[in-house]
């Protein structure tokens, strides 16, 4: 009698485990979802970027705005993120929670540091007279360009938001799935970033 109780119990465990497993994965499919809708928005803030970038109706050009050796630097910056990220991956996947945590707040202050130094440039293009609705080209460059910054910052906040979770409950399912997340979602960013850097900054000072 006793047995068969034990039976059950380890089945009902059992088939909780297996619905938990279940339902971890679904989520990780339901933010790939998540990535592909974002693909299309920035794809079509591409487009449009590219079709407007002559239109400057008489104001600044993308030569006259762009200062590379910032842009360099944020894109080293984000680059650099986008590997400790990794390693942060790798700390969790060896049950290092300190070392997790460590790797996400270095990863977190290279993210803030990019948002920091993108924040400057469009603060120094706004004293030079090139607002947004100075021109076409312009609409669509602080558009795309702001869109990847926001994405960046919502990142920043829900690394703090992971850590602080990983400081109370450890390595577990949960937050195991997390972190997996943010860092497809970070190299993500990353990702988009090095089409910017190539079809607006580089293709805008050439």
């Known amino acids: 009698m006793q047995h068969a109780v034990n039976t059950t119990k380890q ?7 297996h619905d938990h497993h279940d339902q971890e994965s679904m989520k990780i499919l ?18 449009t970027y590219v079709v407007l970038r002559y239109h400057t109706d008489g104001g600044p050009t993308a030569k006259e705005l762009f ?17 400790t990220s990794g390693l942060a991956v790798l700390a ?6 300190k070392q997790l945590i460590g790797w996400l707040i270095v990863t977190a ?8 130094l993108e924040i400057n440039e469009f603060v120094k293009m706004v004293h030079e007279g090139a ?22 910052s919502i990142g920043l906040f829900w690394m703090i938001g992971l850590m602080v979770q990983l400081s109370k409950h ?19 960013l990353d990702v988009v970033w090095i089409f910017l850097f190539t079809v607006v900054y580089l293709m805008g000072v050439m």
């Open 92 to 97: 969790m996947n060896k049950g290092k929670v």
């Open 170 to 188: 450890g390595i577990t399912s949960v937050t195991r799935r997390k972190i997996t997340v943010i860092s497809l979602y970070w190299h993500f």
């Open 30 to 47: 339901g933010f790939w979802i998540f990535l592909v809708t974002d693909c299309l928005l920035f794809g079509t803030l591409f487009a």
């Open 11 to 17: 089945d009902h465990n059992d088939a909780h485990g």
């Open 109 to 116: 202050l290279l993210g803030a540091s990019f948002v920091g």
């Open 67 to 83: 200062e590379m050796p910032g842009v360099i630097a944020e894109t080293f910056i984000l680059l650099t993120s986008s590997f």
């Open 131 to 152: 607002t947004i609705s100075r021109s076409a080209f312009l609409s669509g460059f602080f558009t795309l360009v702001g869109t990847h910054g926001l994405h960046v």
